[in-house]
């Protein structure tokens, strides 16, 4: 059975920073693009960033670049997201994603995780 789990989310003031981790099973990890989606309450989903199978190349969207760092442990089968510089309107819940091909978008991935909540206070 495949599972993502994500853990790290938490509440932090403005300008801090989190790191979210992805943890994998069930699959073989390095075989998967992976990403980072987000949905803050009342909006819709909201595309953060991928990374290639190999982690070797990465896409970030306009309103994180600069500030979130997406990396991969294929060796421990987890994927994560380092938040710095955080805003009130990073709020949301988080979730990561694995597409078996090279197309991972808001709608075409294979397996999703749960989520978990960033919550950055003003």
């Known amino acids: 059975q495949v599972q993502l789990v994500e853990s790290g989310g938490g509440l932090v003031q403005a300008g801090g920073s989190l790191r979210l981790s992805c943890a994998a099973s069930?699959?073989?990890?390095?075989?998967?693009?992976m990403g980072w989606f987000r949905q803050a309450p009342g909006k819709e989903r909201e595309f953060v960033a991928t990374i290639s199978k190999s982690g070797a190349i990465t896409y970030y969207a306009d309103s994180v670049k600069g500030r979130f760092t997406c990396s991969r442990d294929n060796a421990k089968n987890t994927m994560y997201l380092q938040m710095n510089s955080l805003k009130p309107e990073d709020t949301a819940v988080y979730y990561c994603a694995a597409s078996l091909s090279l197309v991972l978008t808001l709608t075409t991935y294979n397996y999703r995780g749960q989520g978990t909540q960033v919550t950055v206070s003003s």
């Open positions: 069930g699959l073989t990890f390095s075989n998967y693009k």
